[in-house]
T-cell receptor, first 110, second 114 residues
Framework: EAGVTQSPTHLIKTRGQQVTLRCSPI?????VYWYQQALGLGLQFLLW???????NRGNFPPRFSGRQFPNYSSELNVNALELEDSALYLC?????????FGPGTRLTVL | QQQVKQSPQSLIVQKGGISIINCAYE??????FPWYQQFPGKGPALLIA?????SEKKEGRFTISFNKSAKQFSLHIMDSQPGDSATYFC?????????????FGKGTHLIIQP
């Protein structure tokens, strides 16, 4: 069974640009979580999508947004990129309470 | 406010030894406690998880000990091997759905010396 996949693997952007990250959950999983893993800050919860709806968001500004598609894949959008947005962005799909992570997208903002 | 405190930040253990990582939580609503292992450049991989209705859970060389009254839990890696060298994260959430996602500790960088 395929695991969680994310694309792209790496991304380099400049301040003020916009970026879209993509996640495909494990087949049969309807929940997708997004996390930010910035250096020195650990993993922080960003967004939770379930059955196509945004269910909750963490303590991040509105320029972090996303959506979940009918096939349960998800996108994370970040507008007006700032230097401190440089991080590994992780997607996790969930069945019941267990979360399985993808390999992440490494975003560098210059 | 950090709700899950993890220690130590880094740990060096000799091959064959026992690695012990500790976590403490504050939110009494937490009722699901997983541990993740992360290698450089990879996403975290679920190692083992426990609910508060048991005090210990063992899977292979990995054991979680849980102390509900103290609001503490720990990971023990028996017979530690160089391949265990990685960063380990404890986490906590509410079993009811994890609406706030997983709350992670800051991680422990484990090095197993041959």
């Amino acid at each position: 069974e395929a695991g969680v996949t994310q694309s792209p693997t790496h991304l380099i952007k400049t301040r003020g640009q916009q970026v879209t990250l993509r996640c495909s959950p494990i087949s049969g999983h309807t929940s997708v979580y997004w996390y930010q893993q910035a250096l020195g800050l650990g993993l922080q919860f960003l967004l939770w999508y379930d059955e196509g709806e945004e269910r909750n968001r963490g303590n991040f500004p509105p320029r972090f947004s996303g959506r979940q598609f009918p096939n349960y894949s998800s996108e994370l959008n970040v507008n007006a990129l700032e230097l401190e947005d440089s991080a590994l962005y992780l997607c996790a799909s969930s069945l019941l309470h267990t979360q399985y992570f993808g390999p992440g997208t490494r975003l560098t903002v210059l | 406010q950090q709700q899950v405190k993890q220690s130590p930040q880094s740990l060096i253990v000799q091959k064959g030894g026992i690695s012990i990582i500790n976590c403490a939580y504050e939110n009494t609503a937490f009722d699901y406690f997983p541990w993740y292992q992360q290698f450089p450049g990879k996403g975290p991989a679920l190692l083992i998880a426990i609910r508060p209705d048991v005090s210990e859970k063992k899977e292979g060389r990995f054991t979680i000990s849980f102390n509900k009254s103290a609001k503490q839990f720990s990971l023990h890696i028996m017979d530690s091997q160089p391949g265990d060298s990685a960063t380990y994260f404890c986490a906590a959430s509410t079993l009811g759905g994890g609406a706030d996602g997983l709350t992670f500790g800051k991680g422990t960088h484990l090095i197993i010396q041959p």
